[in-house]
């Protein structure tokens, strides 16, 4: 008998839990077919970064703008009916065209810079069409004067106004380097979040030893940065009604299970694509059936969560960031115990 | 009678191109000004998908130049659409030949031409009807219109009156006056073009379409006993023309209420003083002669709409009978003639007239005639008074010019500058800014906000810069309760605006500000502080003319608003702020409008940084102190130093200061031929930053010197002798060479022509290891080095010149040399002149340079000086420039006359080399001359050669050698030119001069698209590129030019990229010198065009290399022979991906925006392209290719 994947994700019923994440994958349209025909849930679409529209534009009118209306042969140098730097109506209209390709859901995803950037374009993706919203809560901390608190608060801001804006769900995409995650994810569900997708990747420095330059690249994942993920999955699932996707490190069929086992409601996928093609997705689909067949799993929400933090049966393993000998701890929790501190 | 019609603030090209668009079905362009916005506005439609009056898009082509676009036009019409095309100056006279056959074919057409001058002792891309004037005789009928609104709707009547006579339409305008003119304007709805348009005419025109169904012949020859008679066939089409336009005219005033005839006459019924004329300046005559009646005089003007045919009984109707007295004013010079054009037509009508007893016998008005406004020259009232006070003067001045000083032969007219016919309720405002400030651009919104807020009439006119870094552009600005008729420049503005300091001490910046006025001065500090640093003449002025004065500091409010160096918004505010024209709440509320309409769909990030400046810059804005006297103990310096050469100080430095216009005609030289060397003298202070050089990190590699656009920053090796007098703050440090020791170097900056852009820090490899944010240049402030650099730098200048000329050749070496190509007006950061620059390093002393017209035409030649410099010696470039299209043609005729001198030369030392000595003579004769050295030697022959031949002086031959000796020493001829020519528009001249075995060099600066002209597309433009002209995204890849060129197998081919391998280039040149035929040096050079800082310009090129989008190579057919293949690769295979290079460009991501599809498909292409392309050279490059080095510079 075949297992029932069928899953809920923030409201949106989905035929199984996997789900192209965030790239420039979704950017053509010929691939969003494919990743239909491959049986992908759903797509994520590449965030829309509104710092990335305000750079352009700062190009636009350093090195396009100034060299206009300054010299009688050339008033321009670019086409005048051209939108030179990008603004969001290419972006939402990406949105239609994806939306009326294929009959999957499409979730837009939004990195904003100003408190009304991120509530107005929230609003427009909402009636460009998006199925729901994924917020890119990406930010990068570098004076010594922000506390911790600060960055959350402001955090949770953006979500409450944005939740305010709009109806459709929203899920909010996080980084795992806050000071007590599990408080955070609880004050983003306060503010009107439905789900938490974990975690960003970011772009990492590389240094040239030789030239004395830095560079800032992006590597394609692989499946051993899925561990930081199982184990938050494993620590937030069951905590409140928030949904979790997982993002990052998902590679196979047995890195999807362990994910669903931690407790995601959903799986993003985007490396394996890059390089094995959109086929993968189905390819991936059809192992997780015949695994879960195998072993007479009937539906994914056996499974989901079994090995989170409230269920597995030794939570140390979990919790330890550091080393201790495991055996150790395993014998003082036979003896007395969930070891409290 | 028409309903109320909609209005637009627009330019004549935009309203005119409107029209053209609707109305063709095809649609062929090609660049050139002031013609190109509307061709480019038409393939932005078309690409946008507008349509024509049928509900289909025009097709819209490009061609490879005007003939190329003439020769399409005839074949679309001969295969039965319809369609237009534009253009002017050079470019319609390329137009002529087909011009003959599509009137001579009787075929329906329409073209719309800015009128523009043509090259004659100079270029000048500005207004006259020199080129439309010249083609007169080609059988086309000519429309002109003389204002914004008459170019609009002139459009539609030639449009519809050719399609009823058969008979094709050049319909004209004034080049920029008009073309450029922004003006409200009744536009023309679809419509009333419909109805305009006679459906059976378009259908006969299909129907006599070349068709294999229903065949027919044309373009025969025909011989004696045909031709004359089938001539004379098309006269009735003539005949009937003047009648269909007039009907036309009569259709089109039934529709829209607008009313025109053939010959428009304005002024009094009984005039007896008539200006007849052609375009604007007709306008302008017409508002003198109203101002004049006014006064009493009986005055009035003949407009020439329909210019040919020339309708006499159509004139004659126009012109009332009561005139006595004719003056024609012609916009063109006929030299040699018995008077220009129009004056000679009218005194043909009026003989006609007489003689077929068609006027009454005593009809017998005096005729006069004269040049006016030629190359945009301003043509004002002022002007149009002198020719009617010229007029009824006892003895009238024929063939008169006016508006200039004629203090040669004495052809002007006196002029009373204080003449006005201004109205007091038109509002009047004059902007002094920098093209980069956005001055410009703030005001054509200005105009906007005001016409809609009010209703009022508007008019904008800008003035442009002959540079193209750091330009100052003049905004004049109008606004009224009735059409504003006046095509001329504000010479009395009620609000005047100086948007940047330094102006304040360059030119006269109060000289338009009537008394009373107000005026906005953008000043940095404190604004209590701005009276005293006023200049004494410009206190006195304010004072005198009791002005109200403001002042802001706009580049700290702009930097405060995150606004960067754009101070458009702030000062657009202030103007609404000070002007009275609005309410000044209501002015900021509009303000805040046309933002968030401008800006809205970019961000609320963006719009609110511009509320903000709007905000800030009213807390900032300040009333100036104006004291009771002068009391400023400086003046304004004059424009160049006081030790310039003569002609210097009392030409250029007239021209510099603004008051060019002044200048008499015997202060010119007649055949166009001026000193070089001159940009020198023009010091323009425009970088806010300028490098510093730090000598303890220097590793003296001279990159910094290569790679400067403007020579600003120099090199130099000098003795540690001549140290001792050197300013304190000149620095130095040891220079390392085996070859010159005992020697220092210093790396110097010009601090007054240095544009601050950066490329000399960014390719500077010498960094702090402990704190590598430090390089061996950084860029500091400059004001507080000011002095000290300018005293280092004529300190720098005056130290002996490095002698190289036993050194090796190679970056290092070569930037001891002194450039002979200086503080040219290209764009901070060009791409293209550090090619140059090098070349003039390299053979500077024996180089002819033939120029394309383009980029390097107009920052090497266009007054008011130029920058093409002279060594120690005396000697340097000698430059000219012919054409667009002939440029190699126009370089191999310069070395038909080098070779036949230098072969003559020889010969002449060979006959005499018994008297001169057979050593001397065999040392001339023999020396292979294909290095410095060797060069250097020459010279010293060639010198003792001279003195020697006085003392033969009786030997003719001799005396036929004097003047050709110093061709013995080779020179080195070029053809410098852009892509547009080499590609395009002279591929074919260049082709045939790289077929033949002239010793020619051709040095393309690539920038992939008519950098010049704004950006069209060539043949060079990538694949995937936004251009204009490709405003959907180039879809065919880029033409191998190099590669045409090694197939002859003769020719010196190399390619490069001076960013990724310098010394590379450094050969490249020098090797093409050398090389005894053709060669061929392709340069990829940056480009404004390519959207991103030029300051990363080198890295970029660096890309393009690595990335295998442009390789870098040198063919040398001197290898053939030798066992190695001529092609040797120079960079190694492509290891990073095209989208890299293509990411960084704006060109490429704006079609990512509008297409992503299409971007992504053509990418892949472009990928593939560049991995077939390499894979092909490294066939023929086969075991030569270099793959064991990187493309490190």
């Known amino acids: 008998m075949n297992p029932t994947l069928s899953t809920s994700y923030h409201g949106i019923q989905l035929p199984h839990p996997l789900v192209v994440g965030a790239s420039p994958l979704v950017d053509q349209l010929d691939r969003v077919r494919a990743m239909e025909d491959a049986g992908a849930a759903a797509v994520v679409m590449h965030s829309l970064f509104e710092e990335q529209i305000l750079l352009d534009n700062l190009v636009e009118e350093t090195f396009v703008d100034a060299h206009e209306d300054s010299f009688g042969e050339a008033i321009s140098y670019f086409p005048s009916t051209c939108r030179i730097a990008p603004d969001a109506d290419s972006y939402l209209a990406r949105i239609a065209r994806i939306k009326e390709a294929v009959s999957i859901p499409v979730f837009a995803s939004l990195n904003g810079r100003t408190d009304r950037g991120w509530a107005s374009h929230a609003a427009e993706i909402e009636q460009a069409g998006a199925d729901a919203l994924e917020l890119n809560l990406y930010s990068q901390p570098t004076s010594d004067e922000t506390p911790s608190d600060e960055v959350e608060s402001k955090a949770a801001d953006i979500v409450r106004s944005v939740c305010a804006s709009i109806s459709i769900p929203v899920a909010v995409k996080i980084s795992p380097f806050y000071t007590s995650l599990p408080h955070f994810a609880r004050r983003l569900e306060s503010a009107g979040a439905r789900a938490l997708v974990i975690f960003n990747r970011f772009y990492q420095p590389e240094i040239n030893i030789e030239d004395l330059t830095a560079s800032s690249t992006l590597q394609l994942s692989d499946s051993s940065e899925l561990n930081l993920r199982l184990r938050w999955l494993a620590i937030l699932h069951g905590r409140q009604a928030l949904d979790l996707a997982c993002t990052g490190g998902v590679h196979s069929h047995t890195d999807v299970i362990k994910a669903l086992m931690s407790g995601a409601t959903t799986v993003q996928m985007v490396s394996t694509l890059l390089l094995n093609g959109v086929s993968r997705i189905g390819e991936i689909l059809q192992r997780v059936a015949t695994w879960m067949e195998d072993r007479e799993y009937t539906s994914i929400d056996q499974l989901r969560g079994c090995m989170s933090h409230s269920r597995t049966p030794n939570p140390e393993a979990i919790e330890r960031a550091n080393y201790v000998r495991m055996v150790t701890s395993a014998q003082l929790r036979d003896r007395f115990g969930p070891v409290k501190w | ?1193």
């Open chain 2, 1 to 1193: 009678m028409p309903q109320s019609l909609p209005s637009a603030i627009k330019d004549a090209n935009e309203l005119v191109a409107s029209v053209a668009f609707r109305l063709s079905e095809n649609i062929v362009i090609y660049p050139i000004t002031p013609s190109s916005p509307m061709a480019e506005l038409c393939d932005e439609w078309a690409e946008n998908g507008r349509k024509n009056l049928w509900n289909a898009t025009p097709a819209v082509a490009q061609m490879q130049s005007e003939g190329g676009a003439a020769g399409a036009v005839h074949g679309f019409l001969q295969a039965g659409a319809m369609g237009t095309t534009f253009t002017a100056s050079q470019g319609l006279l390329l137009m002529i030949p087909n011009m003959y056959k599509i009137a001579g074919e009787l075929t329906p057409f329409c073209m719309h031409v800015t009128a523009r001058s043509l090259a004659t002792h100079a270029l000048s891309i500005f207004g006259d009807h020199s080129d439309v004037m010249a083609c007169r005789q080609t059988g086309f009928a000519m429309l002109c219109s003389g204002s914004v609104q008459e170019a609009q709707d002139f459009a539609a009547i030639a449009h519809a009156a050719t399609l009823r006579s058969r008979i094709p339409f050049l319909h004209f305008f004034d080049g920029f006056r008009t073309s450029h003119e922004i003006n409200t304007a009744t536009t023309l709805d679809d419509a009333t073009l419909r109805a305009l348009i006679d459906d059976e005419c378009i259908a006969a025109h299909r129907k006599r379409a070349l068709n294999p169904d229903a065949p027919a012949i044309r373009g025969t020859a025909q011989n004696p006993d045909a031709f004359f008679q089938a001539r004379e066939a098309v006269n009735s089409y003539y005949d009937r023309l003047p009648a269909i336009v007039e009907e036309t005219m009569e259709t089109f005033a039934h529709l829209t209420g607008r009313t025109y005839k053939p010959f428009d006459y304005e002024g009094d019924p009984e005039a007896t003083d008539v200006v007849i004329a052609l375009g604007s300046g007709a306008e302008t005559t017409a508002v003198t002669a109203a101002a004049l009646n006014r006064s009493g005089r009986r005055t009035g003007v003949l407009r020439v709409r329909l210019f040919r045919p020339f309708a006499l009984d159509k004139f004659l109707a126009a012109l009332p009978l009561t005139t006595q007295r004719i003056a024609v004013l012609d916009r063109t010079k006929e030299p040699g003639a018995l008077g220009e054009p129009l004056y000679q037509d009218i005194q043909t009508a009026l003989a006609s007239a007489r003689a077929e007893e068609l006027v009454p016998p005593s009809f017998q008005p005096l005729v006069i005639g004269g040049r006016y406004g030629l190359g945009s020259k301003e043509f004002a009232p002022p002007m149009a008074r002198a020719v009617f006070d010229n007029l009824a003067a006892p003895s009238p001045k024929n063939h008169f010019t006016v508006g200039i000083v004629d203090d040669v032969t004495h052809t002007s007219l006196e002029v009373d500058p204080d003449f006005s016919v201004e109205e007091d309720d038109v509002f009047r405002a004059v902007f002094l800014g920098l093209g980069s400030d956005g001055t410009v651009g703030a005001n054509k919104n200005s105009i906007k906000i005001i016409g809609s807020a009010t209703g009022a009439h508007a008019q904008a006119y800008f003035v442009y810069d002959s540079k193209k870094a750091g330009a100052m552009t003049v905004s004049h600005l109008r606004f009224g309760p009735r059409p504003i008729r006046a095509p001329y420049l504000i010479s009395s503005a009620g609000f005047v605006a100086c948007h940047q300091f330094s102006f304040i001490h360059r030119i006269d910046v109060l000289e338009r500000a009537a008394p009373g006025a107000v005026f906005l001065l953008n000043a940095p500090g404190a604004p209590d502080t701005v009276w005293d640093r006023l200049p004494r003449e410009m206190q006195e002025t304010i004072i005198a003319r009791n002005l109200q004065c403001y002042t802001i500091d706009a580049y700290a409010v702009a930097r405060e608003a995150g606004m960067g160096n754009r101070i458009n918004t702030i000062m657009q505010t202030c103007f609404f702020a000070i002007s009275g024209i609005l309410e000044k709440d209501e002015a900021i509320a509009q303000i805040k409008q046309a933002i968030e309409s401008t800006y809205g769909r970019k961000g609320r990030a963006i719009v609110e940084r511009n509320f903000g400046a709007v905000d800030t810059t009213l807390a900032n804005l300040h009333r100036m102190h104006v004291a009771e006297k002068a009391t400023a103990r400086h003046s304004m310096p004059p424009p160049v130093d006081t030790e310039a050469p003569d002609f210097v100080r009392k030409v250029t430095g007239l021209m510099l200061a603004g008051k060019g216009d002044l200048l008499p005609v015997s202060a010119f030289p007649a055949d166009g031929t001026w000193p070089t060397a001159t940009s020198q003298w023009e010091k323009r202070g425009l970088a806010r930053l300028i490098p510093s050089w730090e000598p303890d990190l220097c590793i003296q590699c001279g990159k910094c010197a290569l790679v400067c656009p403007h020579a600003a920053i120099r090199a130099k090796a000098w003795p540690e002798s001549c140290g001792t007098s050197a300013p304190d703050s000149f620095l130095s440090r040891e220079f390392k060479s085996k070859d010159l020791p005992g020697h220092r170097l210093t790396i110097q900056t010009a601090p007054d022509d240095c544009t601050g852009c950066r490329l000399c820090v960014n390719i500077c490899p010498a960094k702090d290891r402990a704190n590598p944010s430090r390089k061996a240049l950084n860029m500091t402030e400059t004001e507080p080095v000011l002095e000290n650099e300018r005293t280092n730098y004529s300190f720098f200048l005056s130290l002996p010149e490095t002698d190289v000329s036993h050194i090796r050749l190679d970056v290092k070496s070569s930037q001891l040399r002194r450039p002979l190509f200086e503080y040219s007006g290209a764009c901070s950061g060009c791409g293209e002149t550090p090619y140059i620059k090098l070349l003039t390093q390299l053979m500077g002393d024996r180089l002819l340079i033939a120029n394309a017209t383009g980029c390097s035409s107009i920052y090497s030649g266009n007054l008011p000086t130029t920058p093409y410099a002279t060594d120690s010696k005396g000697r340097g470039p000698a430059w000219s420039n012919s054409l667009f299209e002939d440029n190699a043609e126009f370089g191999f005729g310069m070395r038909m006359a080098v070779d036949y001198k230098t072969r003559a030369a020889r010969d002449l030392v060979a006959a005499l080399a018994p008297y001169i000595g057979d050593s001397l003579a065999s040392a001339i004769l023999d020396n292979p001359q294909t290095d410095d050295p060797q060069i250097e030697s020459q010279r010293a022959h060639v010198g003792s050669l001279l003195e020697k031949l006085p003392s033969l002086a009786p030997n003719p031959d001799a005396l036929l050698l004097a003047p050709i000796a110093s061709y013995l020493v080779r020179k080195s001829v070029w053809c410098v030119g852009g892509d547009g020519w080499a590609y395009d528009i002279g591929f074919g001249g260049l082709d045939h001069v790289l077929a033949s075995n002239a010793n020619l060099n051709i040095l393309v600066l690539d920038t992939e698209v008519y950098s010049n002209t704004g950006g069209q597309s060539s043949k060079a433009t990538p694949m995937g590129a936004v251009a204009k002209f490709a405003a959907g995204g180039k879809a065919v890849g880029k033409k191998d030019l190099g590669l045409h060129a090694m197939g002859y197998g003769h020719a010196y081919v190399a390619a490069v990229a001076m960013g990724a391998k310098d010394n590379q280039t450094v050969q490249a040149l020098a090797e093409a010198d050398a090389h005894p035929g053709p060669s061929l040096v392709i340069a990829y050079s940056h480009c404004v065009a390519h959207g991103y800082d030029m300051a990363h310009g080198l890295e970029q090129q660096k890309l393009a290399v690595q990335t295998g989008y442009w390789p870098i190579y040198r063919f040398d057919p001197k290898r053939h022979g030798t066992g190695e293949p001529a092609l040797k690769l120079d960079c190694p295979p492509p290891k990073t991906p095209l989208h890299e290079y293509m990411h960084n460009e704006l060109r490429f991501r704006i079609l990512a925006q509008s297409n992503p599809d299409h971007a992504s498909t053509l990418a892949s292409l472009a990928q593939e392209r560049v991995r077939e392309r390499f894979a092909h050279y490294q066939t023929l490059a086969s075991s030569a290719t270099d793959t064991t080095t990187s493309a490190k510079p």
